[in-house]
């Protein structure tokens, strides 16, 4: 009479490869987990640019918690700055197509070239160890500013050009959001 059973070899070798096979499987598990993030972070970035577009062309009003909600004099925008993990959405109060960041005015409508409103409306995190790598055009400061005008929207881009790439990066995996002067958003 033959015992039926597997040798203690078998029994191995079938462990050795589940092990294999779970650490190939956990290594591109990761890296695929990167990827998934990176690109959820361009997709975000480029339905904020809309959301910005959408705000300028519907003339919102800007939300304002010291007063009453105004129109800004200029439109919305997006600042940008290389080397950072975030981006600003901004009401041009004062109407310079720029971010202006400090400021006494209280509301958009007390804005002037002089007093500028801290015009950020929202400032948005990227995903973990995901940051903007790269600006095209850059200023000396290494920022970017994307401003939309009503009605149409007008699109301005600052420093001047009539198109603007962002690239963000993660682990050297990078994606690229462009836009043109026509309002055009890309994802690369």
Do not use: W
């Amino acid at each position: 009479m033959k015992n039926k059973a597997f040798t203690l070899i078998e029994i191995t070798i079938v462990v050795t490869i589940i092990a294999l096979l779970a650490t190939i499987f956990i290594a591109n598990y990761r890296g695929g987990e990167r990827q998934f993030a990176l690109n959820r972070s361009a997709h975000k970035l480029a339905q904020d640019l809309r959301g910005v577009q959408e705000m300028a062309m519907s003339s919102q009003t800007t939300p304002s918690g010291f007063g009453p909600e105004t129109f800004p004099k200029g439109g919305y925008g997006i600042h940008f700055k290389k080397g950072l993990s975030s981006y600003i959405i901004f009401a041009d109060c004062n109407g310079n197509g720029e971010a202006d960041e400090t400021g006494a005015a209280l509301t958009c409508e007390d804005a002037t070239e002089l007093n500028p409103y801290p015009e950020t409306i929202e400032t948005i995190s990227l995903e973990e160890n995901i940051t903007v790598s790269d600006l095209s055009p850059t200023t000396g400061g290494n920022t970017l500013e994307i401003t939309f005008f009503p009605p149409d929207p007008i699109v301005t881009i600052t420093p001047s050009a009539n198109s603007a790439s962002i690239i963000i990066s993660s682990d050297g995996q990078t994606k690229t959001v462009s836009l043109n002067s026509a309002g055009l958003i890309d994802i690369d």
